[in-house]
């Protein structure tokens, strides 16, 4: 026998399943979005350096080094808004590419890493020092060097991991790296017989697919220059932020090129850059993006 179910109870029955699913769904998704943001909304905050060229440990005027002021930039966030998500950032030549000195790239390494500082592109002044040299003090010093067009001729893997994914609370935020054509002029003919460059297009080309499955933000680390950084926002329209160098100019206020935010501090670690995004959790597009940035020196005293 049948038992014809009452339609007041089946719709009332379907309800509270789907208010069960909900509740479920945000309490599993409650961290990811919280960091402070009662929208919803996933808050990342972006502190940002390039071209340091070997000032990141220097002393202004003012008594600070580029990294304590990146470390009380860190503190401040943390005490205003205790969970935030946090990514510090470097766009490549933190080195002093005169100097040529591994030791001194070695202390800066660890310095930025001491800092909290997540990655750091590739520039053309630290491969003065050698490709596996840069590569040695990175690992020691446990700052990742991000560079996705730089590989090996003979088995044709990466020199240095194309990407690092951090997760905050279940949001996925990838940072690739690319570095300029530059960096063949830094390197001896041992290296240029040992690695291979690829163009920006070829080697996103490569990665796309595996970057895009991974990460749900993605971010570019640039030693391109600023133009190049444009016509990649331009290009790939599912990136969200570059964070660029190679080019000394600092660009004052987050550029919006596309649905992509450009920023880029200038030169010896003069400014340091602090970007707040709100972005949305279901699309990953970008909410909002507030950038400035801090001046902490002078090229006077350089
Ligand atoms: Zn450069």
Redesign the pocket.
């Known amino acids: 026998m049948q038992i014809k179910s009452n339609p007041l109870v089946t719709s009332l029955k379907t309800a509270f399943i789907f208010l069960f699913i909900l509740s479920a769904f945000f309490s599993f998704t409650g961290n990811a979005f919280s960091a402070g943001d009662p929208g919803g909304f996933f808050k990342m905050r972006v502190i940002h350096t390039n ?1 340091t060229h070997g000032n990141i440990r220097k002393t202004w005027k003012s008594g600070r080094s580029d990294i304590s002021e990146i470390s009380a930039m860190r503190e401040e966030i943390n005490k205003k808004t205790p969970g935030s998500n946090i990514l510090i950032l470097d766009a ?2 933190f080195t002093d ?1 005169k100097k040529r000195d591994p030791e001194a790239v070695a202390a800066d390494m660890s310095a930025m890493a001491a800092a909290g500082y997540d990655a750091a592109a590739l ?3 630290e491969v003065k020092i050698g490709i596996e040299k840069i590569k040695e003090i990175s690992k020691n010093s446990n700052l990742p060097i991000v560079c996705a067009n730089l590989t090996s001729k003979e088995t044709g893997e990466y020199v240095f991991k194309p990407y690092i994914i951090k997760d905050f609370g279940g949001v996925k935020v990838g940072i690739l790296g690319f570095s ?1 054509p ?1 960096i063949l002029e830094s390197m001896n003919a041992d290296e240029l017989a040992k690695f291979n460059y690829a163009g920006i297009e070829d080697a996103y080309d490569k990665i796309i697919e595996k970057f895009k499955s991974e990460c749900d933000v993605r971010i570019v680390l640039s ?1 391109m ?1 600023t133009d190049e950084d444009f016509k990649i926002a331009e290009t790939h329209k599912k990136i969200k932020l570059i964070v660029g ?2 080019t000394p100019d600092p660009i004052d206020e987050p550029v919006f090129k596309s649905a992509c935010c450009v920023v880029n501090t200038g030169k010896y670690g003069i400014n340091v850059g602090m970007l707040d995004m709100t972005i949305d959790p279901e699309s990953f597009e970008i909410k909002s993006a507030d950038g400035v940035l801090k001046k902490v020196g002078d090229e006077s005293e350089l």
Do not use: E, R
């Open positions: 071209d490549g030549d590419g520039g053309n002044h300029t530059k030693h220059g160098g190679h």
